[in-house]
């Protein structure tokens, strides 16, 4: 018999972990992909609603350069991936955002481009920020070969062999982007267009669809090379496609968007404690479930054997995650009567492993429970235009409380200290993305960023024991306009508690890998490979399933476009 979400009133009830747990900057640069992550939460859409993926448009010569557009028919219309790859000089390849040219560029065109369209593209797309755009443009993307491993798969498949497992996992993508751009930036189509829309319910689905077409092309390419290259020639297979992902270079211009957009962050974050919750709630293991988490664990402890990462930080905790899942594993194998149910392997994990392990047990837990949680994952998205108003007719008495109710991490910090304000954000001119800067050592502090929550936090709270308690916020803003941006912060997080990080995001000891590994394991990133504390390379949709894989035979009833 199956638990289903119906059942979950007469369940004992689970709370939410504390957001004073589940935000601090630590524990969510432990955080891993879970069933709700953007990714895993299209491809279900897709392979539920029985989108088609088709090859219109295959334009590439021998050398792999050229054109081609990717058909994605949904029940209500359809899109083209239009990607173009060119010749990259060496000179020319970096993964940095100061690049003016890559392997490959990218468009997720609103409907069918037809060939004056496919013109003006090839154009634009090309050039990226320097192109112009119209609404029919959803998401840009670039992105470039992994050289070595394209080179070698290619050379493998043209003399007719295919290539081994390990040397695909090694690194475990043939390319890499560098940018999915979305949300009417350098022209193209504003989000609320795509608003209502079903097939991108919830949050970045259009990008996920985008990184997922792009991972076709990308060995579609690698196959059409081979061939190109000797008669011998053989497709790679499919068990082997599957293993390849899409990498991808992230840096600190990723890192501000939690900080940006707290609405959404809670609704991100509550979805997930939410969805734990029910699964803790659960008065009963049933064998299938069961049997599906026992696999869960066993693929990741595969997974995280596999998982090698340059920086020694990280390497560090791998090691730690590794040894950590096998003592879990341990622990299943001994029968322990109050550990058979999911709260108690919870509470287990909590008290036994480090961080990262148990952000890794969530995730397991969450696998074989989709029916129970997977509603969730169509509520991620947040209209960020309602509830943001300041309320002017409180009193200081009410806000001050409410930023010793959710702040105290904030007033604890001595901000006197030069470490605790060590570093300032800052908007690069060159590139218009955020930046990190060191207050001792560089200029520019009095461009910083207003992201310093923590101190500016502690400065409202000063400010506000200074006024009468019954005073009015209108008027304390009145006097004080400087602080608006601050007061709207305590009222959001008042009613949103995941809505802030706790931590001190201007510290010397401040990772910012932490912000970027928080996100992008909401996206469904694996295999984190940080290259210093400001950017890192991922892996989407490695393992995921092909377009192949998902589709049935039967196209009738779909929207022509």
Known sequence: MRTTLADLPSLPPVGLRPPDMVMRLERMGAMHATRLSFARAMLRRVEREGWRVTRPV?????????????????????????????????????????????????????????????????????????GRFTETELILSRANKSVRLFDAVVAILADGRQPEARMLDDVGYLMRTTAVYGNGKFGIADRDLLAGRPEFAGPFRAEMLTVWLIRTFTVDLADHCAAARDSRAVRLAPELRRRLGVGNSTGLGMAPFLVRHPVLIHHWMEARETALARVRSLDAVVPAAWAAFRSALQEARAEVAGWTTQDTV??????????????????????????????????????????????????????????????????????????????????????????EENYAWALAIDYDVPAAQARFWYVSAEKL????????????????????????????????????????????LVQRPDLRHVVRRVQIAARHPYAEIRGNLIDEAMRPIDLLRCKLAFFGATRFDPRSDRWLRISLFRDAPLPDDLMGSDATGRTAC
Do not use: K, N
């Open 58 to 130: 295959w334009e590439i010569d021998a050398r792999g350069f050229g054109h081609a557009v990717y058909r994605v028919d949904t029940p209500e219309r359809c899109y083209g991936l239009v990607a173009f790859s060119q010749e990259l000089a060496p000179e020319q390849r970096t993964d940095r955002v100061i690049a003016e040219a890559w392997d490959t560029t990218y468009v997720l065109y609103d409907g069918m481009p037809d060939d004056a369209a496919i013109a003006r593209l090839a154009a634009q797309v090309p050039l990226q920020e320097a």
């Open 314 to 403: 990280a390497a560090a905790r791998v090691h730690e995650l590794d040894a950590d899942l096998a003592a879990f594993a341990a622990h299943l194998d001994v029968p322990q009567r109050d550990s058979w149910t999911w709260d108690g392997l919870y509470r287990w994990a909590e008290a036994h492993l480090a961080a990262e392990a148990q952000e890794y047990v969530v995730s397991l837990l969450l696998d074989p429970h989709g029916v129970l949680i997977d509603d969730l994952a169509d509520r991620m998205s947040a209209d960020e235009r309602l509830g943001t108003a300041i309320d002017g007719t409180a009193d200081c008495s009410t806000l001050r409380g409410a930023i």
């Open 433 to 476: 993305e955020p930046r990190l800067g060191e207050r001792r050592d560089e200029t520019g502090a009095e461009l910083e960023q207003p992201l310093a929550f923590g101190r500016d936090m502690a400065g409202l709270h000063r400010a506000l024991s200074e006024v009468p308690d019954r005073m009015l916020v209108a008027r304390f």
